[in-house]
T-cell receptor, first 111, second 115 residues
């Protein structure tokens, strides 16, 4: 089966940096996605990694190591509006249409 | 405005009464998918469609049906709903899976309660 693990909850201070980790064990791999989801709303796309390394997009960066089955999402200069759930998702290679999501990490940003 | 729409947004129904949740996208996307989300859990894929008349099962297809007769629409059908299908449902679309990097655009969600 597919397994994606990420911490359930994290807390950080406004202005700080936080790293949300994701480890995965899947039958195939065709890319890893990070989504942000505010309470009661739909997920929105943050980043995509398919090759090893760091992808930077403004205050958000995402890293991937395929050999370790590991990714992280880095949020810099935290703002109160970053309080949300962050979902890690893997697209499975064996069947390109299938995606598996982790349970999400709820991030609380405090003043 | 490019968007994915779902109807209804909220629905309370009773066990066994057939229902359909509609999903429509106006971006000419090839790929569409349905997910359910339960408290404390991430999104679980129910069904997906790579294009018109091409559908396949996700991780939790039991109790659901889908169809893809036209590119823009991907309805989710519950033939005989049961209380364990009470959940928040999201439809999503992606331009194409070529290259693998295209993001999914999510609809606003449908909150379904089955009594």
């Amino acid at each position: 089966g597919q397994n994606i693990d990420q911490p359930t909850e994290m807390t950080a201070t406004e202005g700080a940096i936080v790293q949300i980790n994701c480890t995965y064990q899947t039958s195939g791999f065709n890319g890893l996605f990070w989504y942000q989801q505010h309470a009661g709303e739909a997920p929105t796309f943050l980043s995509y990694n398919v090759l090893d390394g760091l992808e930077e997009k403004g205050r958000f960066s995402s890293f991937l190591s395929r050999s370790k089955g590991y990714s992280y999402l880095l949020l810099k200069e935290l703002q109160m509006k970053d309080s949300a759930s962050y979902l890690c998702a893997v697209r499975i290679n064996t069947n390109a249409g299938k995606s598996t999501f982790g349970d999400g990490t709820t991030l609380t940003v405090k003043p | 405005e490019a968007q994915v729409t779902q109807n209804p947004r909220y629905l309370i129904t009773v066990t066994g009464k057939k229902l359909t949740v509609t999903c429509s996208q106006n971006m000419n996307h090839e790929y569409m998918s349905w997910y359910r989300q339960d408290p404390g859990l991430g999104l679980r894929q129910i069904y997906y469609s790579m294009n018109v008349e091409v559908t396949d099962k996700g991780d939790v297809p039991e109790g659901y049906k889908v169809s893809r007769k036209e590119k823009r629409n991907f309805p989710l059908i519950l033939e005989s709903p049961s209380p364990n299908q009470t959940s928040l449902y999201f439809c999503a679309s992606t331009p194409t899976l070529a290259g693998g990097g295209d993001t999914q655009y999510f609809g606003p969600g449908t909150r379904l309660t089955v009594l």
